[in-house]
């Protein structure tokens, strides 16, 4: 049911060549409760964009936009 939920929630028209690390909103719908990031199957993206978001991701982690664990204590 969440993948159901998820899938539908981020398969909206974006276009990953103008999202950047500072896009919060957008690169939280590809997280999961804990934080992990979502796989491709769940997302259903293509290898690429699955790519960019991962890194877009790790940037904004690195950058202390986005938690590296969320609910964890």
Same mark, same amino acid.
């Given at each position: 049911?969440?993948?159901? !939920?998820?899938?539908?929630? &981020?398969?909206?028209?974006v276009d990953f060549?103008?999202v950047t690390y *500072?896009? $919060? /909103?957008?690169?939280t719908n590809y997280?999961?409760?804990?934080?992990?990031? !979502?796989?491709?199957?769940? &997302?259903?993206?293509?290898?690429?964009?699955?790519?960019?978001?991962? *890194?877009? $991701? /790790?940037?904004?982690?690195?950058?202390?936009?986005?938690?590296?664990?969320?609910?964890?204590?």
């Amino acid at each position: 049911m969440v993948e159901n !939920l998820i899938k539908d929630e &981020t398969t909206q028209a974006v276009d990953f060549d103008l999202v950047t690390y *500072k896009d $919060i /909103k957008i690169l939280t719908n590809y997280l999961s409760e804990q934080g992990k990031i !979502l796989p491709r199957r769940v &997302t259903v993206l293509s290898s690429k964009q699955q790519k960019k978001v991962t *890194k877009l $991701i /790790k940037t904004a982690r690195i950058a202390a936009l986005l938690p590296f664990v969320i609910g964890k204590g």
